[in-house]
C-alpha cells in the first residue's frame, strides 16, 4: 500500500480544467497551501472549488482567483478578498453562498453516504429558494444534498505512510469532513510517520479515506447580566465579542467559537500568538483549561441540535416579529452568510446586539426588514446603545433604557412598533 | 458549572418509569456498568432502551430485562441473549429491530439537529414497510428519522469535571454519538480529572454534550485470490473470518471491523487480551501498526459512503438475481440484522461465502429467496465448498468448482438456474 508522493505537483498530477475540488480550512488556518501553489504552477483552469473562504488577496485560494483559473465557487463567506468580491459583483466568477453549517454537514454527508439531509437554517431567506420545505415536529426544515468532489485537497499536521491524519487545533474545521468526502482525497501534512507512530485512538481521519500523502514544506503560518453560570454561549463577531468583557467574575461561561472549539479564552500575549487556533473572526485567540476542539461539522451539529444556550449576534435590521438580515445588501455587498442562518434557524435564545440606528441615522428596528433574510421570527432580545428590548407578538417592548437616554428619543429612533408600559428604568452599569 | 455526581445512582436519580434511555456500548465493549446496575436498584419499570444490543443474561442490559423492567428495546442485534429472545418471541416486549447504520446514523443526526435523512439500507426489505422512498442519483433510499431519548447513559474512560470525555479502542462505538443525543447525558468515567488535563486536541466528546459525570467503580473487564494489494476490507462473522488465513503474504490488506477499527490483526496471546479492542464479532483481537480507531456512525458513514473495496459475508440464502437472506428465519431466530443490511445496501463488491446447502442438505442458491431479505440484487459473486459462482443478469455462473467436485453435484445442490459453459476447472489450492 504506497500512498505516498514526494511533492505537490506529483500528487495532483490528475486535477485537469473543469475539475470540482473540495479545499480545507477557514480563513487561512489549516489551508493545504503547498497544493494551492501547485494548482496555480500547473495552471489548469475552470476548477469549482468548495471551500468555506476564498483566501486572501495573496494567500490561499486567492492566488488561483487572482489568475483567474477559478470558474466557480462554493462558499459562506468570501468577505476577506477583495479581488473575489470584483469577480463576484462584475459577474466573472460564478458564486453559490450557502450556509455555513449546511456546507459542512452537506460535506460529512457525502462522506457518510446519505445523499439528502434537512435542515432549518435558511429556511424563509433567499436561500430556501427552489428547495423541498418538510415539517418535522411542527419546525420547518429544508431538504439539502450531499455535496462530492472529484478531489479533496487538505491540510493535518501529522500523517503516516498509510494515510491517518492527526490536526491541531483548530485546524479540524472543514478538512476532517473533506478528507472523508473527497473522491480522490490529497492530505498535506507538515510531519509524515511511520505506521504505528501514531496513537490509533487519537487518529482524526482514518487512512481509508486518503488516497495520496506528501509531506509539504514552508508552512507561512499567520498569525452581562444574560450571562449565568454554566451557559454555552456563542458570540457573534463585532459588538457581540464585546459582551465577553463584562462577563462577572463569579459567573462561568464556555464560549463556543463556531470555527471548532469550545473554551476560547483571550487574545493571546505576543509569545502565545499559534496560527492554528483562531476564532470565528479568524483572530488568534487562546483556549482555556477544559476547552475542546472539533470540526466545523461536529460544531454545526451542536448549534443545530440545540446545546448553545446563548447566542448574541449583530444585525443590519431587526423586525417587529423578529426576523433577522445581517449577511448582504443586493449589489453592495456580498460577504456571504457565514455561519449566521445556521445559528439563528437553531438557537433557542438569540439576542442581538447592535447599534440602534445605522450610520446614517436610520432605524434599524424595523415594522419589515427591507434587507435580504438571515432568518424568520428568531430574535427574542435585542441590545442596543439606546435600550434593551424584548421582541413580542404585539411588536417591541421596551425594557430598559441606556444611561441619560429618554423613552421620547427611543420612540424617535424606532421605525417598528414600540410598546412602552409604565415607568422605563435606566440601565444599571 | 458543577456537573459531578458522587455515585451512580444520584446521577440516575430522575430517570423515571416510562423514560427513554440511550445507552452505550456494543456486545460487553464500553457498557455503562454502573448506571445499569443503579437502574436495577432504583427498580424504575417501563423503559424504552436503545442500544445496539441488550448485554448477556447477566451482565448489561439483561440485568433489566431478567427484571422485566424493559418495556421496548430498540437494537440492531441481540443474539448473545436468550432471556431476550424469549420474551421477544413470547410477546412480552417490545422489540424494534434497526439496521445497525441506521441506528447509529439516527443516534448521531440527533446529536446534529437533523431531523431525517436518507439510506439505502433495508430497501426492498421489511424494514422497509411504511418508508418513504426516494431517489437520488439513480439509487432508491429510504428516509430515516433522527432518533431521540429523554436520557443517554454512556461509559468514557477519562472525563474532566467540565464533561468533557475521551475514550479507548473500540469503546467509542454507539456512546460517543448517544452522548452528543441525550435531551440529558450522564456519563460514567474510569478516571475522573481536572479540567486541562486532557488534551483539548484528542477529546472525543466535547463538554456541552455531558450534563453529569461520575467516577464508576468496580469496572469487570470481559473478555485469497479476491484479494488485492491495498485493500480496505470488511470481512462478516463466521466463514468470513476464515478468508483472512488465506492473505498471500505479499499482499498488504486492510482489515475494517464495523464496531469502530481499521487494522484488525490476529486473535491477541492470553497477555495481550484487552476488553476493550474487540471485533464485530464479538471476540478479542489485536491492532496491527497503522490501524486507527473511531465510533459506529462513522464506521457505517465510510461503508455506506463506498469506502470499502470488498465485503465478505455470511449467507443463509442467495437467489439468482443476486438477493440476500441472511438476518431471520420468522418465528424461529430473532437476533435481528446488526449491521448486514447497511453492508450490502453500500458495498460496491460483495461475496458471499457459504456452505453450497443447509443442515438439511437443501440448496442456499435459490430461484427467489423464500426468507426475509437482507438486500436486493446486492451479491456479485458466491464461494460455496463445492464451487465459486458469479451473479449475472441470466443465474448463477460456474466460474470454478472445488477439487474433486463435479459440475454433476454442483448442478444437483443448485436450486436456482445454474449457467454452466465450456469446460470448469477445478480450484487450485
Known sequence: ??????????AIHDVRDGSTIMLGGFGLCGIPENSINALVKKGIRNLTCISNNAGVDDFGLGLLLKTRQIKKMISSYVGENQEFERQLLSGELEVDLIPQGTLATAIQMAAMGIPAFYTAAGYGTEVAEGKE????????????????????????????????????????????????AGRVTIAEVEELVEPGELDADQIHVASIYVHRIFQGIDYEKRIAQELKDGMYVNLGIGIPTLVSNYIPPDVFIML???????????????????????????????????????????????????????TVLGAMEVSERGDIANWKIPGKMVKGMGGAMDLVAAARNIIVAMMHT??????????????????????????????????????????????????????DKTLGKLIVQGEVREMEI
Open 1 to 10: 500500500m504506497s500512498k505516498v508522493y514526494s511533492t505537490a505537483i506529483d
Open 256 to 310: 463556543q467559537s463556531e470555527n471548532g472549539m469550545l473554551g476560547m479564552g483571550p487574545y493571546p500575549l505576543q509569545e502565545e500568538l499559534d496560527a492554528d487556533l483562531i476564532n470565528a473572526g479568524k483572530e488568534t485567540v487562546t483556549i482555556l483549561p477544559g476547552g475542546a476542539f472539533f470540526d466545523s461539522a461536529e460544531s454545526f451539529g451542536m448549534i443545530r441540535a440545540g446545546k448553545i444556550d446563548l
Open 358 to 411: 445605522n450610520p446614517k441615522g436610520e432605524s434599524k428596528l424595523l415594522p419589515q426588514c427591507t434587507l435580504p433574510l438571515t432568518g424568520v421570527g428568531c430574535v427574542k432580545k435585542i441590545v442596543t446603545d439606546l435600550a434593551v428590548l424584548d421582541v413580542t407578538n404585539e411588536g417591541f417592548k421596551l425594557l430598559v433604557r441606556a444611561p441619560g437616554v429618554s423613552v421620547e428619543e427611543i420612540k
Open 133 to 180: 420545505v418538510r415539517e418535522f415536529n411542527g419546525k420547518k426544515y429544508l431538504m439539502e444534498h450531499a455535496l462530492y468532489a472529484d478531489f479533496a485537497i487538505i491540510k493535518a499536521w501529522k500523517g503516516d505512510r498509510y494515510g491517518n491524519l492527526i490536526f491541531k487545533k483548530t485546524t479540524k474545521n472543514f478538512s476532517t469532513s473533506m478528507a472523508k
